[in-house]
Structures are given as structure tokens and as C-alpha cells.
């Protein structure tokens, strides 16, 4: 069964204060890591996928990073409007192809 | 640019009472997906339907049931509401199989 951990489920940082989030998975076989973003009363959306061991992408303050059993969202000098839950999810190159999500990290940003 | 589209946004319901959530997508996608999210729970697979057609059941299919109407929409239909489906349903679709899902903008749903 593939399991997905996220680490920590909540982060409080204060502006400038760059962080990492931890996304941990156990796969039979990786077809994709996928992050999103949250916020308050929306819908997911979508930020990166990645898809093998080494892999890198960015995107402004973030940067999402790939090993064969972990994949981090690095967050640098974060702000304000970057808070959010960041949520992960793996999909296993054989099977139903159904996404399994972790349970997220709540980020805050103080000014 | 609308995406993918779900009414109604707020519901309020007695046990028992039915109800249907609707879920539309502009972006010709093959896969739609319904979920829920509950606080520590997390997002959880209802059912899905890979391609116009077909429906299958996810995580927790229980006390749900799906209709795949046309490439467009994939309604959720609550038969008997119980206190245990109060939740926040969101709807997803992609173009196949794999790659990223777009949500919609979620439908708060209260049992009372």
C-alpha cells in the first residue's frame, strides 16, 4: 500500500526565515511526486511534479527536491502571502493510478 | 478561464435528506475525481472516473454514489445523509491517468 508522511504538520516561521518541508513515501515503483498548495476555504493547486531521484524545480520562493524515498519543498526567505498547507502526493507507476496524499503541512509566515 | 466548477459551495442538510453535488470541467479532461477533507484526515478518493464511461470506486465510496454524465460532468449523489459525511467535497480532473490534478473550489457540506 503507498503511504505518504508529511513533516511537520504545522510550521510557524517568521518573515526572511527560510525552512524545508518533508514529504516521506513508501511506492511500489514512483510515477510522479506532486505538490500543492492550499489556502483557507479553496482548492488545492498545483505547483510541481517531480519525477526521479535528483530531480530539482523551482518556482519563485519555492524549491521542491527528489530522493528515492523523500521529496522536500524548500522555502526561502518566505513571506507572508506564502502561507498555506502544502500538501504531497505520490503515484505508483503500476496499478489504479490513484494519487495518495499526505496529510499536509500547515505553513504561517509571521511579518 | 473557469476550470473546474462545483455547486453548490455551501449545503445544509438533516439526516436523511439527499442531495447531489455537481461538478463541471471546461478543460477537456478525461479523469474527474471526487474527494473529501477532513481536519487530520487529509484528502480522501470517493470515487473515480478515468474516462467517460467508467466509474470506480476510491478510499471511502460508502454512502455515495457517482454518475459520469458526459466528458464534462461527474456528479456525487448523497442517497441518505449521515452526520458522518459532514465535510468539505472537492472535485478533480486531469487529462488522463497521470499528471497533476486541478481541484475546484470545494463544497462545504453540514449533517445535521
Known amino acids: 500500500e503507498d503511504q505518504v508522511t508529511q513533516s511537520p504538520e504545522a510550521l510557524r516561521l517568521q518573515e526572511g526565515e527560510s525552512s524545508s518541508l518533508n514529504c516521506s513515501y513508501t511506492?511500489?515503483?514512483?510515477?510522479?511526486l506532486f505538490w500543492y498548495r492550499q489556502d483557507p476555504g479553496k482548492g488545492p493547486e498545483f505547483l510541481f511534479t517531480?519525477?526521479?531521484a535528483g530531480e530539482e524545480k523551482e518556482k519563485e520562493r519555492l524549491k521542491a527536491t527528489l530522493t528515492k524515498k523523500e521529496s522536500f519543498l524548500h522555502i526561502t526567505a518566505p513571506k507572508p502571502e506564502d502561507s498555506a498547507t502544502y500538501l504531497c502526493?505520490?503515484?505508483?507507476?503500476?496499478?489504479?493510478?490513484?494519487?495518495?496524499f499526505g496529510r499536509g503541512t500547515s505553513l504561517i509566515v509571521h511579518p | 478561464n473557469a476550470g473546474v466548477t462545483q455547486t453548490p459551495k455551501f449545503q445544509v442538510l438533516k439526516t436523511g435528506q439527499s442531495m447531489t453535488l455537481q461538478c463541471a470541467q471546461d478543460?477537456?479532461?478525461?479523469?474527474m475525481y471526487w474527494y473529501r477533507q477532513d481536519p487530520g484526515m487529509g484528502l480522501r478518493l470517493i470515487y473515480y472516473?478515468?474516462?467517460?464511461?467508467?466509474?470506480d470506486k476510491g478510499e471511502v465510496p460508502n454512502g455515495y454514489n457517482v454518475s459520469r454524465l458526459n466528458k464534462r460532468e461527474f456528479s456525487l449523489r448523497l442517497e441518505s445523509a449521515a452526520p458522518s459525511q459532514t465535510s468539505v467535497y472537492f472535485c478533480?480532473?486531469?487529462?488522463?491517468?497521470?499528471?497533476?490534478?486541478?481541484f475546484g473550489e470545494g463544497s462545504r457540506l453540514t449533517v445535521l
Open positions: 517531480l519525477y526521479s
Open positions: 511506492v511500489s515503483g514512483l510515477r510522479g
Open positions: 478543460m477537456n479532461h478525461n479523469s
Open positions: 472516473s478515468a474516462s467517460e464511461g467508467t466509474t
Open positions: 478533480a480532473s486531469r487529462l488522463d491517468r497521470v499528471g497533476e490534478l486541478f
Open positions: 502526493a505520490v503515484q505508483a507507476s503500476g496499478g489504479s493510478y490513484i494519487p495518495t
